[in-house]
């Protein structure tokens, strides 16, 4: 990852990371201190922990997984994301995710879903 990437190009980055189920690939642009909300996610005290375990379970248990960016909107710091997971064994979940950048990497990763 280069500190040189906008927030925009950062996130893109992530995205096709995660599209590409290369997990060291995602994590590297996260924060070793990121705080991960969702709307259905227990705080752990360790969110980067958490984020890698989901992640890696994510791509372990749906080998099909794809996000498919639906719309994205940014202000300086701030990306949002409008997204449909697909091919996950539970069908397809739909959600905005709010990251926040700070010092090269993603430092904030809120999750809304229906």
Known sequence: MSHDQSPVQLVQAHLDACNRH??????????RDVVVRSN???????DFALYSDYLRDLFLTNPEVKAD???????GSVVIDETIL?????GAFHAITIYEIARGLIASIRIISE
């Open 22 to 31: 290369d997990l060291d690939g995602a994590l590297a642009m996260v924060s």
């Open 69 to 75: 960016l639906l719309d994205r909107m940014s202000l």
């Open 86 to 90: 697909t091919g996950l064994e539970r």
């Open 40 to 46: 259905d996610v227990i705080d752990t005290g360790n």
